[in-house]
């Protein structure tokens, strides 16, 4: 069966995850993770992505962004892979692949789902058990977002900014969303959809989506492919 394209459209935040080759550590101290976050920033400037969240765990990573065009979010994974695993095989004196093969990444709608991925990133440190808290994990944006520092690498989603009207009041808000976890459903629905590489959104939204691209966007139902998708498998 033929692998299906990776769903990717400019202007629509994406959940990315990217695994060590066989779950093996990809960041081993703090001049890894702060190289890591250095290279991310720098790329993705250049190939403009806009960085909404990001945590970096021992052995993987996950990112939400919005790429400008459709070929920046590739671009930007292809440039940061090759340079950061070109440091890293270097400082620690080894050689061959570091990653576990491609990317895996979704389109989700951001109305139902952008919140609920920055905190389900949030607590992956929590429920891995490498923090009690989220604030305790320093590799990831969530003390950007409350106003515990200032990350260049970020760039957050204007429903961020819907928030509050003052930074107070958007970081109170944004603690209480974490605070309030995620769903077991949302958190499913989050890896499920990303490992996957189906679009992750309402009914309404997926019908909409599926016009703008010929790649399907979700798994179609038994005997029926979606309604004006073409089969690529």
């Known amino acids: 069966?033929?692998?299906?394209?990776?769903?990717?459209?400019?202007?629509?935040?994406?959940?990315v995850i990217q695994r060590g080759n066989n779950r093996q550590p990809v960041f081993a101290d703090a001049q890894d993770y702060e190289t890591m976050l250095a290279t991310l920033a720098d790329s993705a400037r250049m190939h403009g992505v806009a960085i909404h969240a990001y945590v970096l765990m021992g052995n993987h990573f996950h990112l939400l962004a919005t790429p400008a065009s459709a070929e920046s979010l590739p671009r930007i994974m292809q440039a940061m892979g090759r340079s950061y695993v070109r440091y890293f095989n270097q400082r620690h004196g080894r050689s061959g692949?570091?990653?576990?093969?491609?990317?895996?990444?979704?389109?989700?709608?951001?109305?139902?789902?952008?919140?609920?991925?920055?905190?389900?990133?949030?607590?992956?440190?929590v429920r891995a058990g490498l923090a009690e808290?989220?604030?305790?994990?320093?590799?990831?944006?969530?003390?950007?977002?409350?106003g515990l520092r200032n990350d260049r690498v970020v760039t957050p989603h204007a429903?961020?900014?819907?928030?509050?009207?003052?930074?107070?009041?958007?970081e109170a808000a944004y603690g209480e969303l974490v605070g309030a976890g995620v769903a077991a459903e949302h958190q499913a629905q989050l890896t499920d959809a990303t490992l996957r590489g189906w679009a992750l959104g309402e009914s309404a939204f997926i019908e909409n989506l599926q016009k703008k691209i010929e790649r399907r966007v979700s798994r179609a139902r038994a005997g029926r492919p979606p309604a004006g998708s073409k089969k690529h498998d």
């Open 159 to 170: 429903l961020y900014w819907a928030l509050g009207n003052t930074p107070f009041a958007r």
């Open 1 to 15: 069966m033929a692998r299906l394209p990776r769903l990717t459209l400019p202007g629509y935040p994406h959940h």
């Open 97 to 125: 692949t570091l990653w576990e093969g491609r990317y895996r990444s979704t389109l989700i709608q951001p109305e139902r789902y952008l919140m609920a991925c920055m905190v389900y990133m949030d607590l992956n440190p």
């Open 133 to 146: 808290r989220p604030a305790d994990w320093p590799w990831s944006s969530h003390a950007h977002y409350l």
